[in-house]
């Protein structure tokens, strides 16, 4: 499935619940800054290479990290740009980049 598809999806989905006045950039982007701390939520209090506790902890991450790409996905739609080529160009930018890295 390529991002047209997807896009296709999520617009239909909006659409039948007549979402759309509900989509506006900060209403969006407040949106994925709560789905993307449910994420976090999921390390809270473990160690730093904790993973998921077990299978159904894993399917819960995971259904958090798709509601952050929904959200993303909505506000490049709203935006009118592909993620994919975003992405892309902030690779670009990145591959020019330092960081200072601890040895």
Same mark, same amino acid.
């Given at each position: 499935m390529d991002y047209q598809d997807v896009e296709k999806v999520l617009r239909a989905f909006r659409d039948d619940r007549g979402w759309q006045k509900y989509h506006t950039l900060p209403a969006l982007s407040?949106?994925?800054s709560i789905?993307?701390?449910e994420v976090s939520e999921h390390f809270l209090w473990r160690d730093a290479e904790d993973g998921a506790k077990d299978a159904a902890d894993l399917q819960a991450l995971k259904m958090e990290?798709?509601?952050v790409l929904a959200y993303a996905y909505? /506000?490049?739609m709203k935006l009118d740009v592909d993620p994919n080529a975003l992405v892309m160009?902030? /690779?670009a930018i990145n591959q020019h980049r330092h960081w200072d890295q601890e040895d």
């Amino acid at each position: 499935m390529d991002y047209q598809d997807v896009e296709k999806v999520l617009r239909a989905f909006r659409d039948d619940r007549g979402w759309q006045k509900y989509h506006t950039l900060p209403a969006l982007s407040r949106a994925l800054s709560i789905e993307a701390a449910e994420v976090s939520e999921h390390f809270l209090w473990r160690d730093a290479e904790d993973g998921a506790k077990d299978a159904a902890d894993l399917q819960a991450l995971k259904m958090e990290i798709a509601d952050v790409l929904a959200y993303a996905y909505f /506000m490049c739609m709203k935006l009118d740009v592909d993620p994919n080529a975003l992405v892309m160009e902030k /690779m670009a930018i990145n591959q020019h980049r330092h960081w200072d890295q601890e040895d």
